[in-house]
């Protein structure tokens, strides 16, 4: 299984865009990329996920290298209540088992006043 | 919010004595996940559900089974719970493969004492 490797934690000022990077070195070319987040010991809300292009939503954007190593995930303009853990995920997608989610230890943004 | 219910949110219970977890989910999605979550951890794959009556092993299986006789409900099983298995667990569901995002219940705290 593809490993991610993720920075232990960041800040970020209010207002600011937040930038979360993210190595997957190994992954393969049939993986998706995934981010997910955590605020507290709620269950992980999924934010965006993408294969090779670039993608965006509501919440964030996802730049996805051409050579598919590594990532960064956006938050525009970060806000008190984005402040959570930050999951990268390398999706696995096996025949029948749906895409397991393997998570690794995760990002910790603070977002300071 | 995906509608998944995870039940009970919060159980406390002695070491030896059988626990059982469920997860129900209204929305018809072929793949159920359970997840266990430590402090300083990210989540780990206990089992997962690929349709009804199959069922695999995730990461840390060992102490744990699982049912799913119908599609909307997976149970965790803990035959004789010991404190290790301390944790909050969290249930995920995911409609197809690994372009589909999965969503998680908000969590089972529970306590072996």
């Known amino acids: 299984d593809a490993k991610t490797t993720q920075p232990t934690s960041m800040d970020c000022a209010e207002g600011r865009a937040a930038n979360l990077p993210c190595n997957h070195s190994?992954?393969?070319?049939?993986?998706?990329v995934y981010w997910y987040r955590q605020i507290h010991s709620q269950g992980p809300q999924y934010i965006i996920h993408g294969l090779k292009n670039n993608e965006t939503n509501e919440m964030a954007s996802l730049i996805i290298t051409e050579d598919r190593k590594s990532s960064t995930l956006i938050l525009p303009h970060a806000t008190l209540r984005d402040t959570a853990v930050y999951y990268c995920i390398v999706r696995v997608a096996y025949y029948n088992q749906g895409g397991k989610l393997i998570f690794g230890q995760g990002t910790e943004l603070s977002v300071k006043p | 919010d995906a509608g998944i219910t995870q039940s009970p949110r919060h159980k406390v219970t002695e070491t030896g004595t059988p626990v059982t977890l469920r997860c129900h989910q209204t929305?018809?999605?072929?793949?159920m996940y359970w997840y266990r979550q430590d402090p300083g951890h990210g989540l780990r794959l206990i089992h997962y559900?690929?349709?009804?009556?199959?069922?695999d092993k995730g990461e840390v299986s060992d102490g744990y089974s699982v049912s799913r006789s119908k599609t909307e409900d997976f149970l965790l099983t803990l035959e004789s719970a010991t404190s290790s298995q301390t944790s909050v667990y969290f249930c995920?569901?995911?409609?197809?493969?690994?372009?589909?995002?999965?969503?998680f219940g908000q969590g089972t705290r529970l306590t072996v004492v």
């Open positions: 559900s690929y349709g009804v009556k199959d069922t």
């Open positions: 929305e018809n999605h072929r793949y």
């Open positions: 190994t992954i393969s070319g049939n993986e998706y």
């Open positions: 995920a569901i995911s409609e197809g493969d690994s372009n589909t995002e999965a969503f």
